[in-house]
């Protein structure tokens, strides 16, 4: 299969530390495939759903104690704490080996070790790293092979002394108590064991693609993020438009609308290339051109609907697995609350109980089937909306970049940014209430700058520093956009449609990109003039666009020290750019007559 001496070296130590019963490398063909997913039904890891309606779609369960990630056992280490930053949890790498390697030890015995070896971005492209993932879990594999591509293509392209990054993933006891998630940049390589749950247990992701990745950007000269691309066509162009928003706030979404009713006259349509991770460099034109190195969405499935997302629900029609959802015990199918149809009449929960719509807790609360974080693994292939650029090695050049989050208050619908490096401070002082995606108090606010607080490799005043850099050194950057869908009324209802409706301020964002639309100034950017947004076919309440475009500068105000505060942490690490940022915003909000 391969004649990587390292890479191989690398296996039998792994091997060694874990002591499973048997090796056994991946190649990615078809026969494999259905042999792992025999093995998979006959342990109960999966179960095979209804060949009819569901073809090669499979329901798995994760440990009730093992539905998210978890950013409290996630860790960078490196040799200097600087380097990992204010916001990372942080280990030495010599104590990180030895604490995972004592729950590593032995923790594969009866077990078998698959090989996967891995590519972000299409095999063979200068884009693309490679990855080798040790695993004992057939879901980890299976979902590999949907989320990145994988097999003997990549050992091939790998060569005999190729860099790779080395992944070691084992679930030992599940015990969330013996869980850790360890980063090694300066030795390529991660370390996860404890848990079989995405982010944490698909290495190519989260810790590959953008944990290690960003370490990497930031040497080589390029971006990683959090990031949805997608392509808005018509008239036979194609724009495209990277945005990143927190985890569970609407990237899956955006990156497959589909236009309402009211637009569909002027001929929209929106191309998906990916859904969470975007790689950016700059092309020979001096712009910035995107990649998705992901070759399948892991995408969340309540609320998912063939109102709120069709093409996404088209997508999982066929050889998808589903994460702990309802499970349909009498048709064999899947369901999930605000999904499609009716609840199912008999039917087990996420947990595997009998569950029926309208149980409630001993509180009167709901029974909730699905949990909120449960999840549809399917091909990017498989998307109605699919890009034709999603293999193309040089990626999408890139006009307009939108940032937001989940905000109850203060931010607008959208506003564009004066410059590069006010873009970066908008970007870097974005804050979103927090979602089933991550442990911790659900709905707080917190900063999660670029979307990237849980994901970025290195110490984060760096990476604001880094973000500069490229501006600079970029002759034609995008120009950079903020959004909130989250913004409620004072009955905390939201006051924006979302969802297609989107479409509305994409289509403004593309127009300030072409010198047109229309806009007002305020202290923190242009927002969209009185009747600039074409709201054709969508009537809202009296007085609602005023709500959501509203620039409340004494609010504004207070949320400046917050950013004031937020930056200390940065110490010196803050470059001085955005620093300026906040003076000038400081200076503009002053100079509102009250
Ligand atoms: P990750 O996969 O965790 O990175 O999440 P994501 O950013 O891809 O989020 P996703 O598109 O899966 O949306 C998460 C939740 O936000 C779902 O419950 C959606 O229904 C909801 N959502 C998405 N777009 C909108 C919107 O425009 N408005 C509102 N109100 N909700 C939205
Ligand atoms: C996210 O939480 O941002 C996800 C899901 O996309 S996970 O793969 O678990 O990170
Ligand atoms: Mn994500």
Known sequence: MTDHAKLKAWVDDMAQLCQPDEVVWLDGSEQERKKLEDEAVTTGELLRLNEEKLPGCFYHRTDPKDVARVENLTFICTSKEEDAGPTNNWMKPSEGYAKASEIFKDSMKGRTMYVIPFSMGPVGSSFSKIGVQLTDSIYVCLSMRI????????????????????????????????????????????????????????????????????????????????????????????RYITAAFPSACGKTNLAMLIPPEGLKHKGYKITTVGDDI???????????????????????????????????????????????????????????????????????????????????????????????????????????????KIDDPKGVPI???????????????????????????????????????????????????????????????????HWIKMGKKTPKPPKIFHVNWFRRDKDNKFLWPGFGEN??????????????????????????????????????????????????????????????????????????ELREQLTALEERLAAVPA
């Open 147 to 238: 989320m990145t591509r994988m097999g003997q293509t990549v050992l091939d392209a790998l060569g005999s002394d190729g860099e790779f990054t080395k992944c070691l993933h084992g679930k030992a006891d599940l015990n969330p108590e013996r869980r850790l998630i360890l980063h090694f940049p300066e030795d390529n390589a991660i370390w996860s064991v404890g848990s079989g749950y995405g982010g944490n247990a698909l290495l190519g992701k989260k810790c590959l693609s953008l944990r290690i990745a960003s370490w990497l950007a930031k040497q080589e000269g390029w971006l990683a993020e959090h990031m949805l691309i997608l392509g808005l066509e018509k008239d036979g162009k194609t």
């Open 278 to 388: 975007a790689w950016l460099r700059q092309g020979p034109d001096g712009r910035l051109w995107a990649v998705n190195p992901e070759n399948g969405f892991f995408g969340v499935a309540p609320g998912t609907n063939s109102k709120s997302n069709p093409n996404a629900l088209a997508t999982a029609q066929k050889n998808t697995i589903f994460t702990n959802v309802v499970f349909d015990t009498e048709h064999k199918t899947v369901w999930w609350e605000d999904g499609e149809g009716e609840a199912p009449k008999q039917a087990l929960d996420w947990l595997g109980r009998p569950w029926k719509e309208g149980i409630t807790y001993e509180d009167g609360k709901p029974v909730k089937g699905a949990h909120p974080n449960s999840r549809f693994t399917s091909p990017i292939s498989q998307c109605p909306a699919a890009s034709n």
């Open 503 to 576: 479409l509305r301020v994409l289509e403004w964002v593309i127009e300030r990109c072409e010198g047109k639309g229309e806009a007002e100034e305020t202290p923190i950017g242009f927002v969209p003039k009185k009747g600039a947004l074409d709201m054709t076919g969508l009537d809202l309440p009296e007085g609602t666009m005023e709500q959501v475009l509203e620039v409340n500068p004494e609010e504004w105000k207070a949320e400046l020290e917050d950013h004031k505060k937020f930056f200390e942490k940065f110490g010196s690490k803050l470059p001085k």
């Open 399 to 465: 006009d307009a970049m939108i940032f937001g989050g989940r905000r109850a208050r203060l931010a607008p619908l959208v506003y564009e940014t004066l410059s590069w490096d006010h873009g970066v401070y908008a970007a870097a002082t974005v804050a979103s209430e927090r979602t089933a995606a991550q442990y911790g108090k659900q709905g707080e606010v917190r900063r999660d700058p670029m979307a990237m607080l849980p994901f970025c490799g290195y110490n984060m005043g760096d990476y604001f520093a």
